[in-house]
């Protein structure tokens, strides 16, 4: 009976163990807009969005970063226009970041004029936008995806 309080203890002690956040890169895509103006050549896609990059504190080192592809899909998950060029703000890319360290970077969509059906499409209903980022740590990629946002059409 004396050892009650230690076989009790012990799982409340090892509960951070499965932490995968602790020892990876996480990284979330957050403040998305899209928006298709109406201009003399066509409409023109724009918008943005951040990433969030934290790499945990147990890591076995930092990561180097690097981008993927993006895309605007729409709620189904079909492709309205891929791919979509983005430009970091404030950074540069590969990215390292170090253990236990975050860092957000804003994104913006690159210009493209779209055909007057795919501005259609895109203006249809909510969107989101998905991408993919490689990370040297892992030695592999990670999906990122916003959540659905009403693009702004004009």
Do not use: Y
């Not at 981008?67 to 430009?87: K, Y």
């Not at 970091?88 to 007057?116: E, N, R």
């Not at 892992?138 to 693009?151: F, H, I, M, N």
């Amino acid at each position: 009976m004396r050892f009650w309080p230690l076989v009790l203890a012990l799982p409340l002690g090892l509960s951070s163990c499965g932490d995968k956040s602790a020892v990876s890169l996480t990284v979330v895509l957050e403040q998305a807009t899209v928006t298709a103006q109406d201009g003399p050549l066509g409409a023109a896609l724009g918008g943005g969005f951040e990433l969030e990059f934290s790499l945990g504190p147990e890591a076995s080192g930092s990561t180097t970063v690097t981008l993927g592809s993006f895309a605007v899909q729409n709620a189904s998950g079909a492709a309205l226009v891929d791919p979509v060029e983005v430009i970091a703000s404030g950074a540069s890319f590969p990215l390292v970041i170090d253990k236990g360290k975050s860092q957000a970077v804003t994104f913006t969509l690159s210009p493209k004029t779209l055909k007057p059906a795919d501005r259609d499409a895109l203006c249809a209903g909510q969107v989101k936008i998905v991408g993919t980022v490689m990370d040297s740590l892992k030695g592999g990629t990670d999906a990122v995806r916003s959540e659905l946002l009403t693009p702004a059409c004009s």
